[in-house]
């Protein structure tokens, strides 16, 4: 702990006066006479210990106020523990890295306003609170470190470089920029810090950090709750089913559940939105269908020699897409849209030409051919099949340009104009696949004989069962097939001529398939037919792969989809291969509308300026490809949870710069002290002030919302009902001044007055109404209020004071009580009740006169709930100003009286005891005490 | 007369003593019975003839029906002679909050009890004691008395210290015949030896009543602070913090308190406490009160 001013502590001896004040005050006592001391030597000796321990406790609270003030007076400073600026309170200055986080997740808006702005006022805050002994160095970073490194500048230049940065496209990492920041801090002597102006989220903790170095502090600004966030992670293309039109399959991430849309652009077409349930920290997968793509341009031709109209068929090239998908808005805009661009190569096409118009039937081998090619979903290759008799060939509907293989099946004369332009389509590339049919007859292929790979004869049987692949055939791909299995019954007897390669035999060795190249093109022939009655084939597994051979002999498969995707600082490089023509320049136009021209080197051409996502066209004399750059996804930058077991202390970015010098030099404790003044003053007040203070105070807020409430204290509560409802205002304090005589009943000394309408009736256990006159009529509320007080456990005592045998205060009464209580009658209590021993053991009812000769009750359930005297009780207690009786008692006299007055007590402890008397539960009670000889 | 104003004894002519059960003893004759047989109206019962009784009080009537001598024999009355025990120490002389000393009070109590038993045609006597025995006024029936005890307590003083036991022993000897004892004292002191005297003078089959005389003070204790405190008896000095010591005092008084009134309850001695706050009449009607059978 240090002091602000320590000159004040000069005046701690101060604390002592209360001591001295308490040593000086027993001279100055007072002096009182009093009558007889020996009780009070007694009381003293038993509490001198506690007596002297009280006065030294009070003389040392009184001591701990007076320092208590002298240090909140000296400005005491509290020293964080581990705060790694030792001194800093004193005086010396601190030694501070500030690095800033510019990684595109400072970006997020949180509760308004962007996390980079908040950060960059806050330290523009803290900057300005430096002293001048102090000393600062700044840096940005990401997941490295911005900048030609750390060096000490004044705050004004520090502050100057925060303020003109902004959030980039980049990850974070903490690791370089704590690794940097330690090692520049290390050649210090002072008080040191490294304040991290980031977002302190979990993502940045993907290197290892460096050990924390001792002596330095490492502070961070801890952020309010973290906010909601989507992001699309990724949009990859994939082919959608069997067409031609690919989707889309977008992976998204959000930090909570949510339902959310997801946007469609196309180039800057917005095609339309779905919606997306996205799920808490998981990856939700959404697959978007994409519309037709548009065509690309040819960089050049695929077939030699050949016509612009011929370029359009065989070997066309593959349409591309570009565009980006995009989520709502939500606390980071930055990673919420996906940018994609690719060229998906378009299937081959395959044209069969059929001889017999039965082919498509079964067991012909067209219907067997059908299934591989069906439609959407069932499709078994990579292939479009067009089915067409051979006669239709050269009709304006069977174009060969727009095949990229032909088969003739089951032909057994082909005209020679078919012959030669098939000739012509295979020459320029196309794929030609002869295999025969069922039927019987010698097949006349006339002009193709010529260039065929194989010289064709009549059909034979076949009676061997299975196939035999030739070396050089990937024998792996037919693994999983029986081909020793395959049975057929006839086949043609081909040879193959010089240039054709036999792919595959029967078991017997005779050439089955056979191809060659002719032209640009390619030429397969196979042997047997593929329809049931030739054999067993077209009803094997092996028949689809069989097919796929063939027309992979014909065609090269169709490439996978070519994605141009970067990432975000990543160059573009786009490369030619020697089969297509490079040009000298090309221009790269991005999303901001820059146009920048590249030279072509050595058919490769790189473009560094990827600094922000978007569609990046690079564009050329033939035409251009668009690339996609996207922002880092895999750095986690999208995920604002904070870091479970960060290596830093967080500090409120509202309160930076308080937080943080409190960390560095220490807390201001003078607080503190005031209140450890103002506790000691309040403990000293508490043991000073009588303790029946407090419990006045405490009385007195119990009493506020009970007020009726009357404690253990019988209260004298009587109804105010009627003009004579008070016949005798004197008697009530003459029968509880001998109820707490010679009762143990505590009483208090004031009567209450209630209405039937007050809220305290229902605190009263008793309440009397007397009268000698008819009071007026009780309303329905009242009557309800009575009912509910008597049957809820409330003892109503009427008193008729007139004294006559007609009265009507009686009738009323009677009348009354039929109304509150119909259910019971109002009956002369027998001499047994427990009334009459409640206290006094009484032979029978009593009063001033003697008008009914007992008392009279409403009985609700064991007990008795009214009770009715007319022998005036409470006339019996009536005094003159010289304590003589007023009333005389007729016509007993003073034993009347006597026994009136036991009457009343005896009511008023029943309507306190219940029928305790009657159970006599009390007896073993009161025998022990007496036994023990307690009075 | 000082201590009794006309206005007390309309009140006090509204109180009665209810001595009537009470057995006396001596030779005057009064309205109380006697435990000894003698001259009245009220017939006792009959004992046969012994040589040397009378002949005049043989009962010729049953003579004649059983033909054996027997002697009639009557109920003898005596008056009862009551005492005041006044004690003047120190004590009583103290005085807080602008009240009457605890002395004028049990002047008072003390005139009143000797009128009541004067009222019921009783002789009364007043003894003073402090450390031992000081004024007696031997009892004696007219109400000329009251002007004899009035003139002795204007002449006494309460001062000095108080041994009650010790005094009560040396009054008592003094008492021999059966009589009504009414002590009047602040009771403070040792407790426990005060009770063993008063039970001892109850063993001498005196009717007892106690009116322990007190000031508000001495039970509330309202003094705070630093407080040197002189005794009024013994005039030493105790030093002590008063405010410390407040509801241990008031624990130990109540405690004190309730020790009389169980060792008074069991042993069938009337008893009450008089506090100089509150009217000395109502209070004495009261314990009066409580004392009708």
Redesign the interface.
């Known amino acids: 702990m240090t002091f602000t001013n320590p000159a004040v502590l000069w005046a701690l001896p101060l604390g002592g006066v209360p001591l001295l004040l308490h040593l000086l ?2 001279r ?17 000796a ?2 001198l210990p ?2 002297r321990l ?2 030294w406790l009070l003389a040392a609270v009184r001591c701990a106020v007076v320092l208590a003030l002298i240090a909140a007076y000296a400005g005491p400073v509290l020293e964080q523990r581990g705060g790694g600026a030792p001194g800093a309170a004193a005086g010396d200055g601190v030694d501070l890295v500030l690095l800033w986080d510019d990684s595109y997740s400072m970006g997020a808006v949180s509760q308004g306003r962007a996390r980079w702005a908040a950060a960059c006022a806050a330290a523009d805050v803290l900057l300005r609170s430096l002293r001048p002994s102090d000393r600062v160095a700044c840096a940005a970073f990401n997941d490295r470190v911005e900048g030609a490194g750390l060096d000490w500048m004044s705050p004004r230049a520090c502050q100057e470089l925060i303020d003109h940065s902004l959030p980039g496209s980049r990850g974070t990492d903490y690791a370089p920029a704590l690794r940097a920041a330690y090692a520049f801090l290390g050649r210090s002597r002072r008080a040191r810090a490294v304040l991290l102006l980031s977002d302190g989220a979990a993502h940045g903790l993907r290197g290892v950090l460096p050990p924390p170095e001792p002596g330095i502090g490492l502070y961070c600004i801890s952020w309010p709750s973290p906010p909601f966030n989507a992001t699309v992670l990724s949009a990859r293309p994939e082919r959608a089913g069997s067409s031609d039109q690919p989707a889309l399959r977008v992976a998204l991430w959000a930090s909570a559940p949510a339902d959310s849309s997801l946007d469609l652009w196309q180039e800057r077409t917005r095609l339309g939105a779905s919606a997306v349930a996205l799920r808490g920290r998981g990856e939700a997968v959404s697959s978007v269908p994409l519309p037709a793509g548009r065509p690309a341009p040819a960089p050049a031709p695929a077939i030699v020699n050949a016509s612009p109209d011929d370029a359009r068929g065989v070997g066309a090239l593959a349409p591309t897409w570009s565009g980006h998908v995009e989520l709502r808005p939500d606390a980071l805009p930055a990673d919420d849209a996906y940018y994609y661009s690719f060229r998906q190569p378009r299937r081959g096409r395959l044209l069969v030409l059929y001889g017999d118009p039965a082919f498509l039937r079964s067991p012909h081998a067209g219907y067997f051919l059908q299934d591989l090619f069906a439609g959407p979903g069932k499709r078994l290759l990579e292939w479009d099949a067009d089915f067409a008799e051979s006669g239709r060939l050269g009709s304006s509907g069977v174009r060969l340009a727009d095949y990229d293989a032909v088969a003739l099946a089951d032909i057994q004369a082909l005209p020679a104009a078919a012959a030669a332009a098939l000739e012509a389509y295979v020459r320029r590339g196309g794929g030609l696949w002869l295999f025969p049919g069922s039927r019987e007859g010698a097949l006349v292929l006339g002009g193709l004989s010529p260039w065929l790979p194989v010289r064709i004869a009549a059909a034979e049987p076949e009676s061997a069962r299975g196939l035999r692949l030739e070396p050089g055939a990937l024998a792996s791909a037919w693994r999983d097939f029986e081909l020793d299995k395959v049975a057929l019954t006839r086949r043609l007897d081909v040879t193959p001529r010089p240039g054709g390669q036999v792919w595959m035999r029967t078991a017997s060795g005779a050439p089955l398939l056979v191809s060659a190249v002719y032209g640009a093109g390619r030429v397969a022939v196979w042997g047997a037919g593929f329809d049931a009655v030739s054999g067993n084939l077209p009803v094997k597994p092996v028949f689809t792969a069989l097919v796929s051979a063939v027309l992979s002999l014909l065609r090269e498969p169709a490439g996978a989809i070519e994605s141009f995707s970067v990432k975000v600082g990543e160059p573009i490089v786009r490369t030619w291969t020697r089969q297509e023509a490079a040009p000298a320049r090309v221009r790269v136009r991005s999303p901001e509308g820059r146009v920048a021209t590249l030279w072509v080197k050595d058919r490769r051409v790189e473009y560094f300026e990827t600094a922000r996502p978007g569609l990046y066209v690079m564009e050329d004399e033939t035409g251009g490809r668009v690339y996609a750059v996207n922002l880092d996804r895999g750095a986690g930058e999208s995920d604002p949870a904070p870091a479970a077991f960060a290596p830093w202390r967080e500090l409120s970015v509202e309160r930076l710069r308080d937080e943080f010098w409190t960390k560095v030099r220490g807390r201001e404790a003078r607080g503190m002290a005031l209140a450890a003044a103002i506790a000691c003053l309040v403990v000293e007040m508490l043991m ?1 002030l ?2 029946v203070f407090f419990l006045v105070l405490l009385l007195a807020g119990l009493s506020l919302p009970a007020a009726a409430q009357q404690g253990d204290r019988f209260v004298w509560t009587q109804l105010k009902l009627g003009s004579t409802w008070d016949p005798y205002p004197d008697a009530p304090a003459e029968v509880l ?1 001998l109820l707490g ?2 009762t143990s009943v505590l009483v208090e000394p004031e009567r209450r007055v209630i209405m039937l309408k007050d809220p305290a009736l229902f605190t009263s256990p008793l309440v009397i109404l007397a009268g000698r006159e008819a009071p007026p009529a009780l309303d329905a509320e009242d009557v309800r209020r009575l009912r509910a007080y008597l049957t809820a456990g409330g003892m109503l005592w009427i008193e008729d004071t007139s004294g006559l045998a007609m009265s009507s205060f009686d009738r009323w009464v009677r009348g009354t009580l039929k109304d509150v209580l119909a259910e019971s009658e109002l009956q002369p209590l027998p001499g047994e009740h427990v009334v009459f021993k409640t206290f006094f053991l009484l032979r029978g009812a009593a009063g001033r006169v003697m008008v009914r000769g007992t008392l009279e009750g409403v009985s609700w359930g064991e007990r008795t709930a009214v009770i009715y005297s007319r022998d005036d009780l409470l006339g019996a207690w009536v005094k003159d100003a ?3 009786p007023l009333l005389p008692c007729l016509p007993g006299g003073e034993a009347q009286r006597h026994n009136a007055r036991k009457l009343t007590l005896d009511i008023l402890m029943y309507s306190l005891t219940g029928s305790y008397k009657s159970d006599a539960v009390h007896q073993p009670y009161l025998l022990q005490k007496m036994r023990m ?3 | 007369m000082r201590y009794l104003d006309p206005v007390a004894l309309a009140k006090l002519r509204n109180l009665s003593l209810n001595l009537r059960r009470i057995t006396a003893e001596g030779h005057l004759t009064g309205r109380h019975r006697s435990s000894a047989r003698g001259i009245s109206h009220e017939f006792a019962h009959h004992r046969a003839y012994v040589p040397g009784d009378e002949i005049k009080a043989l009962d010729w009537k049953v003579f004649a029906r059983q033909e054996r001598f027997y002697v009639r024999q009557y109920q003898s009355e005596n008056i009862l002679t009551g005492m005041v025990l006044l004690d003047v120490s120190g004590s009583m002389a103290y005085a807080a909050g602008g009240r009457p000393a605890k002395w004028e009070n049990a002047c008072r109590l003390a005139m009143a009890a000797a009128f009541l038993v004067l009222a019921e045609g009783d002789a009364v006597g007043l003894a003073t004691f402090d450390t031992q025995p000081r004024e007696f006024i031997p009892p004696r029936t007219s109400f000329g008395q009251l002007e004899v005890l009035d003139g002795l307590l204007g002449r006494s003083q309460a001062g000095g210290e108080t041994d009650l036991a010790a005094a009560l022993e040396a009054a008592a000897v003094r008492i021999r015949r059966r009589s009504l004892v009414v002590l009047i004292s602040d009771l403070l002191g040792d407790c426990d030896a005060i009770l063993k005297v008063v039970k001892a003078l109850q063993a001498r089959r005196h009717e007892l009543m106690v009116l322990q005389v007190l000031d508000p003070a001495e039970r509330d204790f309202g003094f705070a602070g630093p407080t040197l405190f002189r005794g009024l008896e013994d005039r030493q000095e105790l030093y002590c913090d008063a405010s410390s010591l407040q509801d241990a005092y008031r624990a130990a008084f109540q405690r004190q308190q309730k020790l009389y009134e169980a060792g008074f309850h069991g042993a069938a001695i009337s008893y009450m406490s008089f506090y100089n706050d509150r009217p000395w009449d109502e209070d004495l009607a009261r314990f009066l009160g409580r004392r009708m059978p």
């Open positions: 005050s027993r100055r006592a007072r002096k009182v006479e009093f009558s007889d001391l020996t009780l009070l030597r007694r009381v003293q038993q509490a506690r007596t009280r006065q000073c009588p303790r001044q005589t010679v010289l304590g003589r000889g307690i009075p």
